[in-house]
Each structure stands twice: as structure tokens, then as C-alpha cells.
T-cell receptor, first 115, second 113 residues
């Protein structure tokens, strides 16, 4: 496995379900991110974990809960979602030191549909 | 202040033509301007990037033109090919952490054979 891997690639859930998205990076990076991608909108940063600290976007609803057990793994726990939460959820990683600071390496995304 | 405005929303170019995508920003603290390319079913990938101390950067057929005084930057794709058909995002970073990258809304580019 190389790069950033996300599972599942597709997820359909009801509004009362609880599910989790998983991300794993094999690049040795020290920061991981969750982005939300909706049609015709800018990529929206939801959460950042760097050096085991968590930075959040205060506009993200509490029904989204991130977990970063180590520098290689990132989860997004989902509960009582709304239909407007349907989107592509992208995980990314980066190395925050050195010349290439700022380059994000994205996974292929998890397409979420909330019924 | 934190927005990056991108245009056009979609673009159709004939094969061999020049594709031009424009972006504008307000925050003069931005210090790094990357462009990302996204193919259907894939995540975005870094295409080319520029810092505000240069006015142009070229990598193969891809060129970024940067106008610091106007707070605008653009991506030019020369000799556009069908394989360039993708969605392109401009972005800007304000500070030393990638967590402060702000993305534009994207341009869907289609190259007609």
C-alpha cells in the first residue's frame, strides 16, 4: 500500500445510523486532515491533526467526531447525520517541516449518502 | 478576506488550445499558491505551485502567472490535451501550516478532441 488509503469508498446510511470513515497514510507524514467536498463548493477543511494536536473548524457540527490514534491513522465517526451531509469526504496528509510544507496528499475519498 | 475566488466554473477548450483559469484573493498574508488537479473518482493532487516573490512558474505545459499587486493568479495549460480534462482547484496558504490552505470552488475543464 502506498499514499493515502480511505475506506469505505462508498457508504449509504440512514439518519439514525452510526458509522465511521477510516484513513491510513503510508507516507510518514506528521499531519492528517479531513476535508468535505460538495458539488460546486470549495473544499472545506473539517479537522486537522498535527503532532497529535487537534485543530477544528468551529462550523463543523458535533455529529462529526474525529479520532487520530497515531500519526498514520485517522477516523471520522458519523452519527445522526442529515441528508445535507451527503458529500465526498477526503482525507489528506502532509509533512509540516521542510521545503515541501503545504503540499497535501489526498486519498480517493469516501462518497457518503445520507438517506 | 479568507476567500479565494475562482473562475470560470467550467471551461471547454479544443485540443491544442490554451486553457486559462483565474483566481483572486484578498488576504495579503497568503504566502503560497498551489494548484490541484482532480480526476473523476480520485482525490486532488498537487499540480504546480508558486510563491509570491516570483511572477511566473512553468512546468512543462503548465504555467502559473502571478500578479501580486492585483492579488490575482492564473493557470495556463498550453497545447491542451484530452488527458487534461479534470477539475482544477486553486488554493492559497496563509502561514506555515498546511492547515490554513483555502481552496477555490474549482473549474471543470473539458478538452474536446
Amino acid at each position: 500500500e502506498t499514499g493515502v488509503t480511505q475506506t469505505p469508498r462508498h457508504l449509504v446510511m440512514g439518519m439514525t445510523n452510526k458509522k465511521s470513515l477510516k484513513c491510513e497514510q503510508h507516507l510518514g507524514h506528521n499531519a492528517m486532515y479531513w476535508y468535505k467536498q460538495s458539488a460546486k463548493k470549495p473544499l472545506e477543511l473539517m479537522f486537522v491533526y498535527s503532532l497529535e494536536e487537534r485543530v477544528e473548524n468551529n462550523s463543523v457540527p458535533s455529529r462529526f467526531s474525529p479520532e487520530c490514534p497515531n500519526s498514520s491513522h485517522l477516523f471520522l465517526h458519523l452519527h445522526t447525520l442529515q441528508p445535507e451531509d451527503s458529500a465526498l469526504y477526503l482525507c489528506a496528509s502532509s509533512q509540516l517541516r521542510g521545503e515541501n510544507t503545504g503540499e497535501l496528499f489526498f486519498g480517493e475519498g469516501s462518497r457518503l449518502t445520507v438517506l | 478576506q479568507q476567500q479565494v475566488k475562482q473562475s470560470p466554473q467550467s471551461l471547454i477548450v479544443q485540443k491544442g488550445g490554451i486553457s486559462i483559469i483565474n483566481c483572486a484573493y484578498e488576504n495579503t498574508a497568503f504566502d503560497y499558491f498551489p494548484w490541484y488537479q482532480q480526476f473523476p473518482g480520485k482525490g486532488p493532487a498537487l499540480l504546480i505551485a508558486i510563491r509570491p516573490d516570483v511572477s511566473e512558474k512553468k512546468e512543462g505545459r503548465f504555467t502559473i502567472s502571478f500578479n501580486k499587486s492585483a492579488k490575482q493568479f492564473s493557470l495556463h495549460i498550453m497545447d491542451s490535451q484530452p488527458g487534461d480534462s479534470a477539475t482544477y482547484f486553486c488554493a492559497a496558504r496563509g502561514g506555515s501550516s498546511a492547515s490554513k490552505i483555502i481552496f477555490g470552488s474549482g473549474t471543470r475543464l473539458s478538452i474536446r478532441p
